[in-house]
């Protein structure tokens, strides 16, 4: 989109009902939360003030965010921390004009401290189901493993949670696999995402973000996932895109944070409007956006002005979102309803 003086189009796009799918809630972490966190549980952070934090945030790779990452994590305590967490994010995401929101959170991070699951859940949904009835935000909840961890690691993980499993029904739906990607294959979850699936559990898995796009192949046959995150990657080999595009597997792309990390150098560099172009159910969203500078508008706008989307690329983009989020049918053929509704007022 052409930048108007006064960005008119961009109350449109916030206007236009928009699920998003690929958040890591612990990526929501704010420095000025940091701060106060770190305040009120007695912890005391190696930054002088908020500025420092974000100065830190000089990312080279994957890894070099996920150290910080983790490490900022370690401010997530108590149940009212992680209700803090996840309100902050859902206010941000309705102003964005969010009406659907999927959320990865790693218990790994947490359990390694000393922190309880239950700890994590109950903080986690207290938001959620608030936001549910305050925001009118409905949301799910896709617990992921870290795959720098061992799988039997992630077994642990999954027996841990099962019993958790009823009290968060109307949530915890799906699973997913983030963390380091290189030299952690897809296939090396295979036995713990057989498991998920004869549990009913709805499949992701990072991939194609760094790895190659083998490791797109293995998440989609080996893992039987429903949706990649990610698979930026996957346009290096044209069958393997092919094969997403006539499987309409959807990819949770996050602009942003492909620029932060390096995986593109520039936004115009950037293949998403190439994939969205060639069939590909592209969705975009924001990944970890306390840490990559935008929240999911500013990954659609900074998109839009990079690659020159058309409003109506960007009414695709917003219903390949609602049709990819693991929503009832009925539940999507409503908010579809209301994106036609609100992509036809200017
Ligand atoms: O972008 C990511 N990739 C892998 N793991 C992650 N954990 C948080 N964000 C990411
Ligand atoms: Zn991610």
């Avoid at 992680?82 to 959170?105: I, N, P, S």
Wanted: aromatic share 8%; hydrophobic share 45%; charged share 20%.
């Amino acid at each position: 989109m052409a930048a108007s003086p006064d960005h008119e189009w961009h109350a449109w796009l916030r206007a236009l009902p928009k699920a998003e799918l690929h958040l890591h809630i612990e990526g929501t972490l704010e420095p000025e939360m940091m701060f106060e966190l770190a305040g009120r549980n007695g912890i005391v952070l190696p930054y002088a003030d908020v500025q420092a934090v974000r100065d830190a945030y000089q990312f080279t790779d994957l890894q070099s965010f996920l150290d910080l990452y983790y490490a900022g994590a370690g401010v997530l305590v108590t149940e009212q921390d992680f209700y803090d967490l996840t309100m902050a994010y859902l206010r941000h995401a309705q102003a964005d004009g969010v009406v659907h929101a999927e959320l990865m959170f790693d218990p790994q991070t947490h359990t390694q401290r000393g922190i309880a699951l239950e700890t994590v859940f109950a903080g986690l949904a207290r938001a959620l189901r608030e936001a549910r009835d305050t925001l009118g935000i409905s949301s799910y909840l896709l617990l992921s493993f870290l795959r720098h961890l061992s799988e039997d690691e992630a077994f642990a993980t999954l027996e841990a949670a099962l019993p958790l499993r009823e009290a968060y029904a109307d949530l915890w739906i799906g699973i997913g696999l983030d963390s380091s990607e290189r030299g952690n294959p897809p296939e090396k979850f295979a036995r713990v995402y057989g498991r998920c699936a004869e549990l009913g559990f709805r499949l992701v898995a990072h991939a194609g973000e760094e790895g190659p796009p083998a490791y797109v192949r293995s998440a989609l046959d080996t893992l039987k996932v429903a949706r990649i995150d990610h698979g930026v990657r996957s346009s290096e080999d044209p069958a393997l895109l092919q094969d997403l595009i006539r499987r309409r597997v959807p990819l949770t792309v996050c602009p942003l944070s492909n620029l932060k990390l390096g995986v593109v150098h520039h936004l115009r560099n950037h293949n998403l409007a190439k994939l969205l172009r060639a069939g590909a159910v592209v969705t975009v969203n924001s990944d970890d956006p306390a840490y990559f500078g935008g929240y999911v508008l500013d990954n659609y706008i900074a998109s839009a002005d990079a690659l020159d989307l058309s409003r109506d690329e960007l009414v695709t983009l917003a219903a390949n979102s609602l049709k990819a989020s693991f929503l009832p049918p009925a539940e999507q053929a409503g908010l579809l309803d209301r994106l036609s509704i609100a992509a036809g007022q200017s």
